[in-house]
T-cell receptor, first 113, second 114 residues
Framework: KQEVTQIPAALSVPEGENLVLNCSFTDSAIYNLQWFRQDPGKGLTSLLLIQSSQREQTSGRLNASLDKSSGRSTLYIAASQPGDSATYLCAVRRGTGGFKTIFGAGTRLFVKA | EAGVAQSPRYKIIEKRQSVAFWCNPISGHATLYWYQQILGQGPKLLIQFQNNGVVDDSQLPKDRFSAERLKGVDSTLKIQPAKLEDSAVYLC????????????FGPGTRLLVL
């Protein structure tokens, strides 16, 4: 059974810091991994999608890496800004059996001005 | 391009009442998902449709929850009767291909069961 864990659960950093959010999963037979952002009271916004054959994806100040063999993904945010404050969710899509998506509980990020 | 639409945005009901949520996915998206997100947790998949067929409903409490996607476009999720533990945000998402593309989420329906 696939389980997705995100550490830390919450993080507070000063503006301008570079930071890393972690996601681990127990079953390496994944189809893809996606990072989402969720603002309070809102739906999820996709940030980056990494296919199982890829090692990383980049978008602006965001870089996500994937190491299937160790069951880990990291989301790197460069030069953090107060507008980055949100909950960041990692979601793993299984490689078999209907391609079910399983989410972690998220990391709540607060960037102080 | 219009996003995923959901209604209502908020709903308050008493336990044992019934409630229905509606979702209209992005035009042309074949796959539609319903998730339940309890406060402080990540979303949990309730049901996944491919066109108007069910791909996965293994985590749908079928004694009280039902969902349909007539004509392979919009979808409704119903709870009857509701329990206190059903208080959550119900998120609808859609994607164009079952495994290759990103999922696009609607704003969600926040349900409170008293």
């Amino acid at each position: 059974k696939q389980e997705v864990t995100q550490i830390p659960a919450a993080l507070s950093v000063p503006e301008g810091e570079n930071l890393v959010l972690n996601c681990s999963f127990t079953d390496s037979a994944i189809y893809n991994l996606q990072w989402f952002r969720q603002d309070p009271g809102k739906g999820l916004t996709s940030l980056l999608l990494i296919q199982s054959s890829q090692r990383e994806q980049t978008s602006g100040r965001l870089n996500a890496s994937l190491d299937k063999s160790s069951g880990r993904s990291t989301l790197y945010i460069a030069a953090s800004q107060p507008g980055d404050s949100a909950t960041y969710l990692c979601a793993v899509r299984r490689g078999t059996g209907g391609f079910k998506t399983i989410f972690g509980a998220g990391t709540r990020l607060f960037v102080k001005a | 391009e219009a996003g995923v639409a959901q209604s209502p945005r908020y709903k308050i009901i008493e336990k044992r009442q019934s409630v229905a949520f509606w979702c209209n996915p992005i035009s042309g998206h074949a796959t539609l998902y319903w998730y339940q997100q309890i406060l402080g947790q990540g979303p949990k998949l309730l049901i996944q449709f491919q066109n108007n067929g069910v791909v996965d409903d293994s985590q749908l409490p079928k004694d009280r929850f039902s969902a349909e996607r007539l004509k392979g476009v919009d979808s409704t999720l119903k709870i009857q009767p509701a329990k206190l533990e059903d208080s959550a945000v119900y998120l609808c998402a859609s994607s164009s291909v079952k495994g290759l593309e990103t999922q696009y989420f609607g704003p969600g329906t926040r349900l409170l069961v008293l």
